[in-house]
């Protein structure tokens, strides 16, 4: 069952899980999962939280205590959300020693409704890393323009992040050029740099379900030829800039002080499309010195049946260049889809926020009534 796994993780990627609820640690499925499928990380957002808590009873005496306390919402959410990741950071403590920090992280994700606010962003990277009080976690900053400064201030201030959020290779540059802006302001600030972490995510199959609906609304032969490529071609010329920046002059003098790389992270690999193969995003995306973090039912169908034959993205440039620039020439506008992507990924998280708001206020009245008045 996990060979294939293990092939993927001797290549040098890094398996992380993209889900998190209460009940998958208290069970022991998150230590299952790292001990038999090499699960070395978990990722989490704002929809992955609104489900768990949305799901069962696991959340109940949480939630009865915080609404005997009459908290707020907003900080019901908070203690419920940082309370998970902390414990599953416990969890996976024995990696992150294991690998000198490298793995063995949790992420948990700025609150969405401030994606647009530099300075906001930076203040809640701080309460959250001050909140779960774990050095195996990473602070997740989307990379919107106002994310960008973000992702330097708190980098600077030595604390790890996951970029998240990210559909162009433009911005992406911009979010290596946001990191090593950061170290450097670490540097000049006496911080170890060995102890700062990031990771980039790369989101991939969204891309391929804008595009491959344009071209289906062209019809043609040439568009349909193009369909289920863009994606993997996107992510590998990705790989190509981080080859290239973490080569260059700038990382030489950040690396002599002993900063770590900004590892790219796949992100969004659960296929949408039944016409491609459900591990399409893990088998094309092998590549050293990456994450792919995945839901579990990806993670179970590598396990099962994915086809991991060694690096299949060196070497591959020059097609994902020709891939990008066949849907151009099809008047299907690359900038134009990743910007629409990025605008329609924070109003997702943003709404899944809303709607964990209410979900919570309801459990929080709910409970809350069935409390006697002296307690």
Do not use: C
């Not at 609104?50 to 707020?72: H, N």
């Not at 490298?102 to 962003?121: F, M, N, Y």
């Not at 344009?214 to 193009?226: F, I, M, P, S, Y």
């Not at 459900?278 to 179970?300: C, H, K, R, S």
């Amino acid at each position: 069952m996990t060979d294939a796994l293990k092939r993927l993780s001797d290549e040098g990627v890094a398996i992380w899980l993209d889900d998190l609820s209460r009940k998958r640690i208290t069970s022991g499925n998150l230590a299952e999962l790292i001990d038999q499928q090499h699960v070395v990380g978990v990722t989490t957002n704002p929809s992955i939280f609104q489900k768990a808590i949305s799901q069962g009873d696991g959340y109940d005496q949480q939630l009865s205590d915080l609404a005997a306390r009459e908290v707020t919402v907003e900080e019901a959410i908070r203690m419920i959300t940082t309370a998970d990741v902390r414990d599953a950071a416990d969890v996976l403590r024995p990696v992150f020693d294991a690998t000198g920090g490298q793995d063995g992280r949790v992420s948990i994700e700025v609150d969405p409704r401030l994606a647009h606010h530099t300075k906001a962003t930076v203040a809640e990277a701080k309460q959250l890393a001050w909140l779960v009080d774990r050095p195996n976690t990473f602070i997740k900053i989307p990379a919107t323009e106002a994310g960008l400064p973000a992702i330097t201030e708190v980098i600077g201030l030595g604390i790890s992040v996951n970029v998240t959020l990210i559909f162009s290779l433009e911005r992406y540059r911009k979010v290596m050029d946001a990191y090593l802006a950061g170290l450097e302001k670490a540097k000049e600030r006496g911080l170890d740099l060995s102890l700062i972490r990031s990771v980039a995510s790369f989101f991939v199959s969204r891309v391929d379900t804008e595009i491959d609906k344009r071209l289906d609304a062209l019809g043609t032969d040439e568009a349909k030829a193009a369909r289920g490529k863009a994606a993997v071609a996107n992510a590998r010329l990705a790989y190509e800039a981080y080859e290239e920046v973490f080569s260059g002059e700038r990382w030489a003098a950040l690396e002599k002080a002993g900063a770590h790389p900004q590892r790219p992270l796949w992100a969004s690999t659960g296929v949408k499309d039944p016409q491609y193969k459900d591990t399409l995003y893990v088998d094309d995306l092998v590549a050293p010195g990456t994450v792919n973090t995945m839901p579990e039912a990806t993670l179970e169908a590598v396990g099962d049946h994915g086809e991991i034959t060694g690096d299949t993205v060196a070497g591959t440039y020059e097609q994902a260049r020709a891939d990008i620039a066949a849907v151009e020439k099809l008047g299907i506008s690359i900038a134009e889809v990743v910007q629409l992507l990025e605008d329609e990924g924070v109003e997702k998280f943003e709404s899944s926020w809303n709607d964990l708001l209410k979900s919570t206020e309801a459990e929080l009245k709910r409970l809350g009534g069935e409390s006697s008045p002296e307690a």
